[in-house]
């Protein structure tokens, strides 16, 4: 089968249409129209605790929202599994001294004994050290500074104090956060229920503001847009990934623009994949796409390495085609569209995943 269809031309528009059609892509250009302000970091301090972290983060989950976790290392080695919840519902995790104590009043040694203790619990847990730092109670001083730097931690302090520690009520914790600005950062805390019972309304916030919750950067301690090396948010409904925007890999993958704007598959092994951020374990997958000929086309859907199943497309006119209730892992998992039975007498052709 020849296998050369693409001309440099056809790729050439292959990909300005793809660049066009970037809004469609969880994660790319249409977070920025979401978030025309830019993006603010939800802080929680002293956490994981067995009374209040699942609510916390069910909240969060429910308003959409995601937030860096700034972990007591104690607290996270006696609770492992509130930990994972906390990754598995797309939180990041910060370093917050082992036993919460006034780090200025320590010495340079015991100062890195509560870093380095927390940094080890943390990846043990997860299998990713922390890369930020919040020293209780906001005590910092030079000789501090040092050793966070000397562990390869940014320093996170905040813009915005919502007061929850000193009795704030969850009017006052919303109103707090209408004080934030683009790249600003607000202190919250894991244990108190106002806080919990004002996230619904921090959402409303920061939506009418047109901000969104990002992450927090290690290189300058302010918020950004969410970068987790390619992946996507948590599917809600209708999750679509532009086949196009996807890595491609194999002899030769390449974009097609007819019969829709896409990727074609030519040979076993041919693929394309991406990295794709799951809170629950379920799902449906459907893909469009269709066979170069009257030949019925396959192709495997892979999710962690693990094939889940196979989609096939019976003609050259596209059509969607689904695989329900797909049990996966959780957290940030690899997903591959792959050919692995193609005989020479059919090429896939690919538009988009969805997920619901």
């Known amino acids: 089968m020849f296998k050369s269809k693409l001309v440099s031309g056809l790729v050439a528009l292959a990909l300005s249409v793809a660049l066009m059609s970037s809004s469609m892509v969880p994660g790319a250009s249409a977070a920025d129209v979401n978030c025309p302000n830019g993006y603010v970091g939800l802080t929680f301090d002293d956490g994981p605790n067995t009374g209040s972290t699942t609510n916390l983060l069910n909240a969060l989950k429910q308003a959409g929202l995601r937030a860096t976790m ?10 492992p599994s509130l ?14 001294s082992y036993t919460h104590p006034q780090m200025t009043a320590l010495s340079s040694s015991q100062m890195t004994s509560e870093i380095t203790r927390t940094q080890q619990a943390i990846q043990s847990i997860t299998g990713t050290a ?31 104090d919502s007061l929850d520690w000193n009795g704030a009520t969850s009017a006052q914790i919303v109103a707090a956060t209408g004080r934030l600005q683009n790249g600003d950062v607000i202190l919250m805390h894991d244990q108190f229920q106002a806080t ?15 901000l969104c919750s990002g992450m927090i950067s290690p290189t300058t301690g302010r918020a950004v847009a969410p970068d987790s090396g390619g992946t996507t948010p948590s599917p809600g409904t209708g999750t679509k990934v532009e086949a196009e925007s996807m890595t491609k890999s194999g002899q030769y993958t390449g974009n097609i623009s007819s019969p829709f704007n896409g990727v074609a598959l030519y040979a076993n092994n041919d693929l394309v994949k991406y990295t794709q951020y799951f809170a629950s374990g379920t799902h449906h997958f459907s893909l469009r796409g ?3 000929n009257s030949s019925m086309a396959r192709v495997d859907l892979k999710i962690g390495g693990q094939t889940k199943g196979t989609f096939y497309f019976g003609g050259s006119n596209p059509a969607v085609y689904t695989l329900n209730n797909v049990s996966h892992g959780t957290g940030n998992q690899v997903i ?10 059919w090429d896939a052709y690919l538009d988009y995943l969805e997920i619901n």
């Open 70 to 79: 700034f972990n007591i290392g104690q607290n996270a080695q006696n609770n």
């Open 83 to 96: 930990v994972r919840e906390q990754v598995a519902a797309g939180m990041w995790i910060g370093n917050h």
């Open 130 to 160: 922390p890369k930020l730092f919040r020293p209780p109670y906001g005590a910092t001083n030079s000789t501090l500074k040092s050793v966070v730097a000397q562990n390869g931690l940014t320093e996170v302090m905040w813009n915005v």
């Open 196 to 210: 919990r019972q004002a996230i619904p309304q921090i959402a409303q916030t920061l939506k009418s503001r047109g």
């Open 290 to 292: 269709a066979s170069n």
């Open 336 to 345: 591959e569209l792959v050919v692995t039975a193609d005989d020479g007498t």
